[in-house]
């Protein structure tokens, strides 16, 4: 790869390295500049720019990144589209977070150029947060270095989410004499809560003496009622092999596998095995909901990971969790887990289709009504729901939706498609970010919908998201939640684009190999060219469709090459029939 200070006469696929200004806005760092930049940049009074150019043997970082995350991405976990070299991994099930440590350290060790990072190993982790990101530091990855790092990686995933199964758990309380009845209600109280929050369930407590002969038969009736795993709490810790709980694991006929574990809270911990069934004593810091030894041992045991007593001393490593003066409580100051943004996909489907004659949404595409086959594309990308806004025949095309979408019924539909956007936007104001989609596009493809959310970063000035094609926009395009006041003010037969304008350094477009986005179906030839899959004609054809919209005249030196200065750009919701 080749970068530094680049001519503008020399730029024309570059990638520029730093956001540079023009005169209508700014061009942003990553951007694949164009002959019509490189006249942009020219008449805003630039002489050069710092950019990239990638050789013979470099991977673009997009390549690369997707290439990596989609081979180390294992069971439990979905891999993000990659966008300016990154793409994150996010946790499909609540589970426990496992990766393999030394094939990690190799790839980090190959070349400065890729990167993954992870959430520490073992750790619980919830559906929808990160649990790692994989990134390329600048524009490429030389092959030889991906390919290295594909044969590391080889056929088995580096990294998975083991989900915690549902678990019937038993525990055995033991009492002394001075033992208090709320001490051990406490204790059943803590231990239910932990095993509620990981989906499984407290099925039975049991008290009895703090006696070798009644542990012991306590434990051998809970295996006998298939209860698993059988939690042991005594009234005194556990100090020795010889002890009271240990011995009643011997004598009811299991093993004992290890006394002890280098984690503080959680040294005397006891893990030992009957037949099939996991036998723990549990240290008397476990009475409180703070994270403690015992807590990591149960997680793996509830998620079916294997804890030998290896790992249990291998715990060390990182276990130093009790809270002393010179370091305050790890439980403090977490601040906010990272996460998949929630985005909702709402389809705009209430039109009068008064060019098509009939309803082009209910109109055969392959088998199947048109409407059906946008909202399967949608569904399969990663949004997290599919709504879509009903009008004209709302019974006839609810009917024909596929299970699991929500619809609602713009009454108001005949005065305008922002009504159509006001309703969906209302119905998915809890979201991070919707995604307004057009009901007559089938052909956008689920990976351009995946890299806008992948793209989609409000903290950098990410949250619209609008794909390109040719130079040409089109849609869908992806609002974050911050645009969602100025959505619900539109009025009239007036669509979102009119709101680019004031939102410039919000605005994000990405060049996507998808002529799906600019091909919809508003007239019968249209409809038929949309079945054939047949492209848009290029630039410089009069009148020409663009994004989704209605027919505009295009020149081939009016293109709309940025956000906010194009009449042609119809941005997510132009007003349509």
Known sequence: MKFGATPLTEAVGAILAHGTKHADGMFKKGR?????????????????????RLEADDVPEDEAARRIASAICGGGVRAQEPFTGRANLHAAVHGLYVFDDARLRAINHLHESLTIATLPNFAGVAPKQMVATVKVIPFAVPRPVLERALAIIGEEPLLRVAAFRPRRAALILTRLPQTKDSILAKSEGVMRERLEAMGSALAETVTCAHDEVAVAAAINAARTKGLSPVLVMGASAVVDRGDIIPAAVVRAGGDVLHLGMPVDPGNLLMLG????????????????????????????????????????????????????????SPREGKGVVPTAPRVIAVVLAAGQSSRMGTNKLLADFHGEPLIVATVKR?????????????????????????????TMVNADFAQGISTSIRCGVEAAAASDAVIIALGDMPLVSAQTVGRMIAAFNPTEHRSIIAPTFNGQFGNP????REHFARLLALRGDKGARSLIGDLKSEAVEIAVDDPGVLMDADTPDALEALRRGRPPPPVGHLPQQVGGGHLIETTPDHQGKAFGHAPTTCWGSCPKD
């Open 32 to 52: 694949v500049l164009s002959a019509d930049d490189v006249q942009a940049l020219m008449q805003a009074g630039h002489a050069h720019v710092i950019a990239a």
């Open 273 to 328: 095995q009957l037949g099939e069934t996991p036998v723990v004593g549990v240290p008397s810091c476990a009475r409180s909901p703070k994270v403690n030894g015992f807590d990591w041992v149960l997680e793996r045991l509830i998620a079916d990971v294997a804890v030998t007593p290896a790992d249990i001393m291998d715990m060390g490593a990182g276990g130093l969790l009790a809270e002393i003066p010179s370091r305050p």
């Open 378 to 406: 949608l569904q399969s990308s990663g949004v997290d729901e599919v709504m879509v806004v009903l009008g004209r025949d709302a019974d006839a095309v609810a009917a024909a939706l596929p299970a699991g979408v929500r």
């Open 477 to 480: 395009v992806l609002w974050g």
